[in-house]
């Protein structure tokens, strides 16, 4: 798509999902370059209830590692959300960048002009249907899913390079995490693809449609999951009440892929999936990755503590933790 929409100039589309498509256009009332999310004509009111929710709760905020939401508003019978254009890439393809010997410039002209299918990247369901079949059948599964990563694989995994660069990314969207949850904000969805890292390392958390207010219910009913399910908490999944160390979960979830080159629970049927959240332990990292810092790898699994109280206290902490191994990769890179 091409042309105008409202104020906006489209330039090329560069996401679409279930919500909508995201494209990148110019506001020529302020010549910004902006993220332009578009809903469907005659979208879900829920989807549009989160849409608003999502400029509601941002548009006031202002920190370095969250992005910014600018304006709101339709036309046509479409409504339509405008946000900072994060000219950046996604975490896992950032740390490939930062691991190799000269940094490179990435062209991000060179994106489809179709862009990145979310849905078919992230076939996550986002309702309690399969909560409910999960309970109805009583799941009980076996797995045997703990395959050891190659040398060559766990050289590339855990160069000193790419760890420095996690941890540096992940301290920042900690930071992020800290910034909203003190505002009484769970972001609900947090995952290596709501990550992007810009060409001077700031990484930013993206994707807030689905942050409420910590202990408001009133879009999400009681019972009903959203998010992703192969990130989220268990108490998420089971449709719970979820806070701030929901979040910090999710960001062990992530943790634990960038270390382990895995998911947590790769498991490709959703049932099982669901299954292994709520009630089984991952592999430890290290049987996965015996190459991997054993600070990180514990780091990783107290945030995928079963039991909210079990994680890390909060955001801040864990900012502090990754941080300091980054510092002693440095020293040993330097030594």
């Not at 990148?24 to 010549?31: E, I």
């Not at 399969?130 to 590339?156: D, F, M």
């Not at 160069?159 to 009484?184: K, M, N, V, W, Y």
Request: net charge negative; aromatic share 6%.
């Amino acid at each position: 798509m091409r042309g105008w929409f409202g104020p906006f100039r489209i330039e090329r589309q560069v996401g679409r999902g279930g919500l909508g498509q995201v494209y990148r256009a110019v506001d020529t009332r302020s010549g910004a370059t902006v993220a332009l999310k578009l809903m469907p004509p005659k979208a879900d009111p829920l989807a549009l209830t989160r849409v608003r929710r999502e400029f509601a709760a941002l548009r006031l905020l202002h920190h370095p590692n969250i992005v910014r939401v600018l304006d709101l508003g339709e036309d046509d019978g479409i409504p339509w959300l405008a946000m900072e254009f994060v000219d950046g890439m996604l975490l896992r393809e950032w740390l490939t960048i930062s691991s190799l010997p000269q940094p490179l410039e990435p062209d991000y002209q060179e994106t489809s002009s179709e862009g990145v299918d979310l849905d078919v990247l992230f076939d996550e369901p986002d309702s309690g249907a399969l909560l409910s079949a999960a309970r109805a059948r009583g799941l009980n599964y076996s797995t045997g899913i703990g395959a050891r990563l190659t040398p060559e694989e766990q050289a590339e995994v855990s160069s000193p390079e790419r760890l420095g660069a996690l941890c540096g990314s992940l301290a920042q969207i900690c930071d992020g995490l800290a910034f909203i949850h003190a505002r009484g904000l769970v972001h609900r969805d947090l995952k290596p693809s709501n990550i992007l890292v810009t060409a001077d390392r700031r990484a930013i958390l993206v994707d807030f449609g689905l942050v409420k207010l910590s202990f408001d219910e009133r879009i999400t009913d009681p019972g009903r999951v959203v998010g992703t399910y192969r990130y989220m908490a268990p108490e998420q999944a089971r449709g719970e009440q979820v806070d701030a160390r929901s979040d910090l979960y999710s960001l062990g979830a992530t943790l634990y892929e960038l270390l382990a080159g895995r998911p947590p629970f790769p498991q490709q049927d959703q049932l099982e999936m669901l299954d292994a959240v709520v009630s089984k332990d991952p592999p430890k990292v290290l049987l996965i990755n015996p190459a991997a810092p054993s600070a990180l790898a514990s780091l990783a699994e107290q945030l995928l503590a079963k039991r909210p109280e079990d994680r890390p206290g909060d955001a801040g902490e864990v900012a502090m933790m990754l941080r300091a191994v980054e510092r002693n990769l440095a020293a040993r890179g330097a030594a």
